[in-house]
């Protein structure tokens, strides 16, 4: 059998799609590319048995649309996999209505969140055969094709048409009719340290190791110690499109993980690794990773990346990341009112963030280290008045001035189907429209007490809070080699492009 994993590319004046490995969709004007880590693990899982496996991610791979669809049509899959999120699922409706109509016989899945969480939908409005509820679709996906070929029995998770049941035609679609099955409800309960280490050169690792503001040093990689987030309490944070795909919390073992960061730098001389799982493991996991880090000598060979909750780590453990090589610190502030944090169930507190992130600096200088933290915000939240969303921008003004972050990220908060935050929308009439394609974060969907011009001018606010002469000139001394410089540059396009996503022309 062989199977295609293809992103279509989708060409818009909005800019390019990031799609792949994203929690939060959005067009780019200036193009990211994350390394799409669990459709990798399907490539790696299906080619190891015995499969021919295509990789056509023309979103990254800079294809037009035309030049996709002949490299589907050369590669002559039985099956075509594609993930798939709320604001392009009716873009891809149309692709797989094209692509059937070109050839019956090919068998379509969709993966991701808005597919798990409304997986009749596309069974009504487009001639999908296959949808994978949950994370662990790469676990999923091998089970299908073994159920395809030898018979294998499904796992649950998995939904398929069925033509042989009685329909029950709707006028209004040739696809609304309800001849669909489902094995049960996902389970997570797959064990990730018997995941291979992805093959990164079936799925063209080098696509993605240079385009990301991310990365100081390049080549870069992303990986996942885990899946997705251990903050379960309440769960998790309402709006977190992930807390759709994992319910629920698992790690590799540290060994596990390192013995993957020492092929990365031994057989792809990678600079600088991402872990992207939703919030790194902490507590007795991060320790032995991070002795590990040091005792195996990676710490002076790349710097490690990875999401991080406030309120978790103490002083000692800063100490302990600065000195393993981590640099990249990604936190979600998401707001500094505190009501807001309460209400999205972050668990953090306000008052206590720019303790810690001072502590954080304190540790890195001290042992010689260079953390650089990160943090996410997000406007647009229905129950914030503008006073005290231009809080946030005032905070985060003052974290940049005091030096204690490197950097930041701004977005308009979406409620993803399937969320806390949705059903909370749907439950107070928040929602301005169910339109998916205006879901993608360039104006508001829900009610606020603001204009959408407002909205957007906040989410820029946020962008150019860090325009201050005490933050620019201790970048300036900072530099201290070309990768230094190589970044700066980097991250200065990135953010002219990030000022244009958040623009009035759209």
Not at 208 to 233: F, H, L, Q, S
Not at 280 to 306: A, Q, S, T
Not at 466 to 479: D, E, G, Y
């Amino acid at each position: 059998m062989k199977i295609a994993i293809g992103y279509p590319p989708l060409e818009s004046k909005k800019g390019i799609p990031l799609l792949g490995q994203n929690r939060q969709f959005q067009w780019f004007n200036s193009p990211t590319y994350i390394y799409p880590v669990v459709p990798a693990y399907a490539a790696t899982m299906l080619k190891n048995a015995g499969y021919q496996v295509f990789w056509l991610d023309g979103i990254a791979g800079g294809w037009s649309y035309k030049k996709w669809l002949e490299e589907v049509k050369r590669a002559k899959p039985d099956l075509l996999v594609m993930e798939t999120k709320t604001p392009v699922v009716k873009k891809h409706w149309k692709i797989i209505s094209k692509l059937k109509s070109q050839n019956s016989k090919l068998k379509i899945v969709l993966v991701g969140d808005h597919v798990t969480a409304l997986p009749e939908e596309s069974f009504q409005n487009s001639p999908v055969d296959f949808i994978l509820a949950g994370g662990d679709y790469d676990f999923l996906l091998l089970n299908l094709a073994n159920h395809l070929t030898k018979g294998e029995k499904l796992e649950p998770g998995i939904w398929r048409r069925d033509n042989s049941k009685s329909k029950i035609q709707n006028p209004k679609s040739q696809f609304k009719i309800k001849n669909y099955l489902n094995t049960g409800e996902f389970q997570l309960n797959h064990d990730l340290n018997k995941l291979p280490f992805v093959d990164r050169e079936l799925t063209h690792w080098w696509l993605y190791a240079y385009e990301n503001g991310n990365y100081k040093r390049t080549p870069g990689v992303y990986i996942m110690a885990g899946r997705d987030c251990w903050w379960r309490k309440n769960g998790g944070c309402k709006f977190c499109a992930w807390t759709v795909l994992y319910p629920s919390w698992r790690a590799r073992k540290p060994k596990n993980v390192l013995d993957e960061i020492g092929q990365l730098i031994e057989k792809y001389k990678i600079k600088e690794i991402m872990d992207d799982t939703g919030t790194f493991p902490v507590g007795k996991w991060l320790e032995e990773f991070c002795r590990g880090m040091i005792k195996r000598g990676y710490n002076k060979k790349i710097y490690f990346d990875c999401n991080l909750r406030f309120g978790i780590l103490k002083k000692k453990d800063y100490e302990l990341i600065a000195k393993a090589g981590f640099r990249f610190l990604l936190y979600g502030l998401e707001s500094a009112n505190q009501k807001t944090l309460d209400r999205l169930n972050k668990g953090a507190r306000v008052d206590l963030i720019e303790k810690e992130l001072r502590q954080a600096k304190e540790a890195s200088k001290k042992v010689g280290g260079r953390l650089e933290p990160h943090v996410t915000c997000m406007v647009g939240y229905p129950w914030e008045s503008k006073k005290e969303a231009c809080q946030t921008i005032n905070f985060t003004r003052r974290l940049f001035e005091k030096g204690l972050i490197d950097s930041l990220q701004a977005t308009i908060v979406i409620p993803y189907p399937g969320t806390a935050l949705f059903a909370e929308c749907e439950k107070n009439g928040w929602l301005l429209t169910k339109d998916w394609d205006d879901y993608d974060m360039r104006r508001p969907v829900m009610k606020t007490e603001m204009s959408d011009e407002e909205i957007l001018e906040l989410t820029q606010g946020i962008y150019k809070s860090f325009l201050t002469p005490r933050f620019l000139l201790r970048k300036i001394t900072s530099v201290r080699s070309i990768d230094d410089l190589k970044f700066f540059w980097r991250a200065g396009k990135k953010l002219l492009g990030h000022l244009s996503d958040f623009g009035k022309n759209y």
